[in-house]
């Protein structure tokens, strides 16, 4: 069994959890959010507490318990406070523009890339900075990584979308005799 799933998880306050069969809903202040967990995993909650235990010992089912554990405190931590993601762009003439539903990037192509944003993201833009925001860790998470993929950082120049607490190894180009 996991060690994350030893500890119970702590409820805070302004935050109600609660479990219908398999799937677990967390409520807080700023939104709810429900995810349902393999029969494997039992969650039970008491009080104040969520205790995350096994419902057999095979070695597939041990690892789905401490998962179990992270999604808990990942739904808990965003009920309560917005996770962000930030990424900046760089290259002469790339730009970004969150128009309501919508974010429209200029990435050098012949045409502008319109990307659709998710339910339940908010996309702000400032000069070169594009902030994305949710309470869901893995929808913020995978939006940013799908702008990002749009057009990765190259090493030489660094030229692209990155986050913005990434590092890029540059490579020095070719020499002249």
Not at 52 to 62: F, I, P, T
Not at 119 to 140: P, R, Y
Request: charged share 25%; no cysteine.
């Amino acid at each position: 069994m996991s060690r994350l799933s030893k500890k119970p998880i702590i409820i805070p306050e302004k935050t109600t959890v609660t479990q219908e069969g398999l799937t677990v809903s967390v409520k807080g202040p700023l939104g709810e959010l429900s995810r349902p967990f393999p029969p494997s995993v039992s969650v039970v909650i008491s009080g104040k507490e969520i205790t995350v235990s096994l419902r057999d010992a095979s070695r597939e089912h041990k690892a789905l318990s401490g998962t179990a554990v992270a999604h808990i405190k990942n739904m808990i931590a965003g009920v309560n406070k917005e996770y962000e993601k930030k990424l900046l762009i760089e290259g002469v003439g790339f730009k970004a523009d969150a128009q309501g539903a919508k974010l429209n990037i200029a990435l050098g192509f012949s045409h502008p890339v319109i990307v659709d944003v998710p339910k339940g993201i908010k996309v702000t833009t400032e000069k070169g900075v594009i902030n994305i925001s949710g309470i869901n860790k893995d929808a913020v998470g995978q939006f940013a990584a799908k702008i990002r993929s749009l057009k990765e950082p190259e090493p030489y120049k660094g030229k692209g979308i990155r986050y913005s607490d990434e590092v890029i190894r540059r490579k020095q180009g070719k020499k002249t005799a």
